[in-house]
């Protein structure tokens, strides 16, 4: 966490509090949490409100907190020192002097070639193309001739210049009457009125919010620097929903989908450790965890944020049923704590619960991987062909789901990465190991 923004003050200025009692909700770039007081004590002064409070570097002073009651009133026009250090610093605009700059009314004295040719090709390019007028300029170059260098100069030191005239040559047709064409202006079509365009569809804008901010970020920074390459895998699942059946009506134990494929990714990456692993971009290592901690990709009003299963591969499938539900509840609702969702060792990202059959996940640095899964979709599979045999079994009709693998190839080599898609296949088309 680097910023945070101040959501909402529970207190107000002299209201007093204990320690333990909520002063403000702030929000980080994951969830809101609560800002809890440390020691009994009274609200003097809000320092930080509204729009002062918005993605306030971590350390920023937003209150200040007194013993006494009978000592809010010493702070009651209280400001803070950098603050007040720099209102009294900004310059007047009326302040200082300023050399009066060269006037470009009068022709310079050392010019010794025709107006025609006096701005150089370049200086003539520059000047046209910010609409003013320099051949007024004082020349440096060879007869007094205005460079690309003296532009620039009078465009930084704001010597005045006249607006360049730009008329359009009027256009030969054959006379009609005895009346001749005259210029026509660009000041003149400035005052042709214009349509006003009215739109029929009414919009609102919404601010983003610090979660959507950071998220943006992080994502384009992990797309631009990391080195995707992407590996995908078709898996049948329908081993895998026939025990789901089978739990429920013999033992009254509901598992997901979703559950089912993390404990099938834990042990894979047990199985193949290279993908557990993370990259430090500022020492250029790669870090092997011992650990396997499942981060789980959950979609809440604010944000998308991954709350962490830790230890997942020593959990079995109701332990991963119950965190699950627990931490995508408490995730939605804004309740989790920095611990539970900052870290992991690697990601899920199921957008199969809403339709969507296959796509590529951005990884979430350091982590090294992410696996993006999609739903499952009924495809009719043909059966291998028999030699001899006088009757060939028909096709069958199965549900199929693709798991695209989006590793960082500084860590993860294209064998690791097929490896671990096998094993993750293994684990789902024989899911009865799943529950040993």
């Known amino acids: 966490m680097e910023t945070g923004t101040i959501a909402s003050w529970t207190l107000k200025e002299g209201d007093e509090f204990s320690a333990g009692d909520v002063l403000c909700s702030i929000e980080t770039d994951k969830a809101t949490v609560d800002f809890e007081a440390q020691d009994d004590g009274v609200l003097a002064r809000i320092l930080r409100d509204g729009s002062a409070a918005q993605e306030l570097p971590v350390g920023t002073p937003v209150c200040v907190v007194v013993e006494e009651a009978d000592d809010v009133a010493a702070f009651a026009d209280f400001v803070i020192e950098n603050e007040e250090n720099e209102s009294l610093a900004t310059p007047s605009p009326d302040t200082g002097s300023k050399s009066t700059p060269e006037s470009s009314a009068t022709t310079p004295s050392n010019r010794t070639v025709s107006e025609e040719f006096v701005l150089m090709p370049s200086a003539r390019h520059l000047s046209h193309s910010k609409g003013v007028d320099a051949t007024g300029l004082v020349g440096t170059g060879k007869g007094g001739r205005v460079t690309k260098g003296d532009v620039l100069k009078a465009l930084d030191l704001g010597t005045p210049m006249p607006p360049l005239k730009t008329t359009v040559a009027p256009i030969k047709v054959a006379p009609t009457s005895q009346t001749e064409p005259q210029p026509v202006s660009i000041a003149d079509l400035a005052d042709l009125p214009l349509p006003n365009i009215e739109t029929d569809s009414a919009f609102d804008d919404i601010t983003n919010n610090n979660m959507r901010k950071v998220i943006a970020r992080r994502l384009t920074e992990a797309k631009s620097q990391i080195p995707h390459y992407y590996t995908s895998m078709e898996i049948e699942l329908d081993n895998l929903l026939s025990l789901r059946k089978s739990l429920v009506k013999n033992h009254d134990v509901k598992v997901s989908v979703n559950d089912l494929i993390i404990r099938s990714s834990a042990l894979a990456l047990r199985d193949v450790p290279e993908v557990n692993a993370s990259f430090d971009p500022k020492t250029s290592q790669v870090s092997m965890h011992d650990s396997i901690d499942i981060s789980v990709a959950v979609s809440t009003p604010s944000g998308l944020i991954t709350p962490i299963i830790p230890s997942t591969d020593r959990l079995g499938l109701a332990s991963i049923s119950s965190s699950m539900r627990d931490l995508a509840g408490r995730a939605r609702d804004g309740k989790l704590q920095p611990h539970e969702y900052q870290g992991g ?88 190991l799943l529950i040993l």
């Not at 060792?345 to 979430?364: H, K, P, Q, R, Y």
């Open 345 to 432: 060792t690697f990601c899920i990202s199921n957008l199969g619960m809403f339709g969507i059959d296959e796509f590529s996940a951005v990884i979430n640095p350091p982590q090294a991987a992410i696996l993006a899964v999609g739903g499952g979709t009924a495809r009719v599979v043909p059966t291998p062909w028999i030699d001899g045999a006088t009757e060939q079994e028909p096709p069958r009709i199965r549900t199929i789901m693709t798991a695209r693998l989006s590793a960082d190839r500084r860590v993860v080599d294209e064998a690791s990465a097929g490896l671990f898609l096998s094993a993750f296949k293994h684990y789902l088309s024989k899911p009865e």
